[in-house]
């Protein structure tokens, strides 16, 4: 990390990260906000943060059926303190089905905004209207999204997938233009402890976009790794180093602080299920935290599979060769050994990693898992409840589609390929294979998703919804033996920036060349920031593709990318 200047922190100072864990006491108020999440058709959660307090303090949480919260439905009394960051949190039970609610929290000496919540419809009929995010980085650029979706009336809920925040230091990840913008994180340094993840949250609820599209909508919401911290699984993560302390004390540390901070419940598994009269069920998958296997990575785990040959001297447990002349593989033990002694096996010549190996034994290990049983089970229920003319939709963090890299080698010029940055170029000639292109995705984990094909074979009208990969994508699934089992629908970020970015290549190139690499997408967009639009009847699910013109200032356009209309089957 580099060193911390006077210049950071002054612009630091001008964020407005306001939270328990940065400064004393100042005047009370609500300054970062209200939520509402996770609606039923009775009840939803309401969630603020008061600010000034040293000690517990009294809230009044009210719930009316207007704007100036005259016509009181509900009115809770309940008190936080420092144990819980000052958040407050209340489910609002009683509710009528299918109705927009408005709310507010008071304490003695101050007045929230007041929100606007919806409950589920039990209605046989009705439409269903979601917006899908996913990948929120706020040093990247500015929320324009959130506002967009904050300001479409016709909105039932948000459905966010993961990456709500990031955990990185100020000069980490999509943080070149922070400063620029205003908007370096907080705390500077990466986030680890209790208190650091507080005071992340505690910013991102001072952004005026994201605070306006919470105060609108109810979230329905479940973290992915960022939340915690960059690739995390079960029992580690790639972002996690031994001199960080214990990578159970940091999970520990964020679950609790998510549960604070977002409007969600707190009793319960993560997974979850919200049931949109008879029109639809979305199911809320969590893959990262209960069962997810070590993510497999091609740098370490090609590497110690080599092949046994037989040489003059015996057996020897070699890599095979490829003559980059031919891009051949070279498997004739004779040969191989007068290359070795010649000692031009590491010159003229490279190792090839056993592939085929690889991607029969290693990635389709069937212990390896995403879901859990326990998971797998409440899936299970679902898959047999939910009448077959009912919309499915698994709400899920990671790409479910099978996605191969392009052949780099081949299709880029060696100009292109410089361009690449360094930590990505050892992995180049592997693209001369077929590979997936994320093994942190589904595609990493292959059995688990065949058995989640399994449950959902058994039912027709399945959509699966995925974010984490920043662009968009679309596509039949289809299992094992080339039956489609469901629809996949996948948004781009809200401001994290694309593939396109990290390979430091035109969109538009990237975009050919993974369509023609799979054929089987209907739709791969690359190059945009935006959301999708989900709307679901009885006959018919909606994907529309919007995007916003950029994120590097508040004024901002809107534009419709793509759309797919899909009938019930």
């Known amino acids: 990390m580099r060193r911390v200047t006077r210049r950071h922190l002054a612009a630091l100072a001008g964020l407005g990260a306001s939270s328990s864990v940065l400064s004393a006491p100042g005047a009370p108020s609500f300054a970062h906000g209200v939520a509402s999440g996770d609606p039923l058709a009775d009840r939803v959660v309401l969630w603020s943060r008061v ?3 040293s000690a517990p303090v009294a809230v009044t949480v009210t719930v009316a059926r207007d704007a100036s919260l005259r016509d009181v439905v509900r009115r809770y009394e309940t008190t936080t303190d420092a144990s819980r960051d000052y958040t407050v949190k209340i489910d609002a039970i009683g509710l009528e089905p299918g109705q927009r609610y408005y709310y507010g929290f008071a304490t003695a000496d101050a007045r929230s905004a007041t929100g606007r919540t919806k409950t589920l419809s039990i209605d046989d009929a009705p439409t269903v209207k979601l917006a899908v995010v996913s990948c929120a980085n706020y040093p990247a650029g500015f929320f324009n999204v959130y506002r967009t979706i ?4 016709s909105l039932d809920a948000i459905v966010h997938l993961g990456d709500y925040l990031y955990e ?14 205003g908007r370096l994180s907080a705390p500077l340094q990466e986030v680890v402890a209790l208190a650091d993840y507080r005071q992340r949250h505690a910013q991102y609820k001072r952004d005026p976009d994201l605070q306006y599209a919470h105060a609108q909508l109810p979230f329905i ?13 079960t029992d580690g993560a790639q972002n996690h180093q031994p001199a960080e302390g214990d990578y159970g004390a940091r999970r520990r540390a964020a679950i609790q602080v998510y549960r604070e901070w977002m409007p969600i419940r707190d009793d319960g598994p993560a997974y979850r299920r919200f049931d949109f009269g008879k029109t639809a069920t979305l199911a809320m998958l969590e893959t990262r935290l209960a069962a997810r296997s070590e993510p497999l990575s091609y740098s370490v785990d090609l590497d110690p599979l080599r092949r046994v040959v037989q040489t003059a001297s015996g057996p020897r447990e070699l890599p095979s060769l490829v003559d980059p002349a031919s891009n051949t593989r070279i498997d004739d033990p004779a040969r191989i050994e007068s290359l070795l002694a010649a000692g031009q096996a590491g010159v003229d010549y490279q190792y090839e990693p056993d592939i085929d190996r690889f991607l029969a034994t290693t990635l389709a290990d069937p212990q390896r898992e995403l879901v859990g049983a326990e998971q797998m089970a409440w899936l299970d229920g679902i898959c047999t409840e939910s009448p077959a003319g009912h919309w499915l939709v698994l709400g899920n963090q990671t790409l479910m589609s099978a996605v191969q890299s392009p052949n780099m080698m081949r299709s880029l010029s060696a100009t292109e390929r410089n361009r690449i940055p360094g930590f990505l170029q050892p992995l180049l000639p592997l693209t001369r294979y077929s590979i997936p292109m994320n093994l942190d995705a589904w595609d990493g984990y292959p059995a688990d998703r065949e058995r989640v094909f399994d449950r959902l074979a058994n039912r027709s009208n399945n959509i699966v919804l995925a974010g984490d990969t920043h662009n968009a994508w679309a596509g039949p699934l289809k299992d094992r033996r080339g039956t489609q089992i469901a629809y996949e629908v996948a948004t781009p970020s809200v401001s994290s920036p694309g593939i396109e970015t990290t390979l430091a290549l035109p969109a538009a190139r990237l975009q050919t060349l993974f369509a023609a690499a799979n054929p089987h997408l209907d739709y791969i967009g ?34 419709q990318q793509h759309r797919i209309r899909l009938p019930k089957r």
């Open 51 to 53: 600010s000034g307090y």
């Open 150 to 153: 904050g300001n479409d009336n």
């Open 168 to 181: 990185y230091p100020a000069d980490g990840y999509a943080s070149s233009r922070a400063a620029q913008f």
């Open 221 to 233: 919401a479940i973290w992915d790794d960022h939340e915690i911290t960059n690739d995390a699984w």
């Open 526 to 559: 690359f190059g945009y920031r935006g959301y999708v639009e989900l709307t679901l009847t009885p006959a018919t699910t909606t994907a529309t593709y919007y995007s916003v013109s950029g994120t590097d200032e508040r004024r901002f356009s809107l534009a």
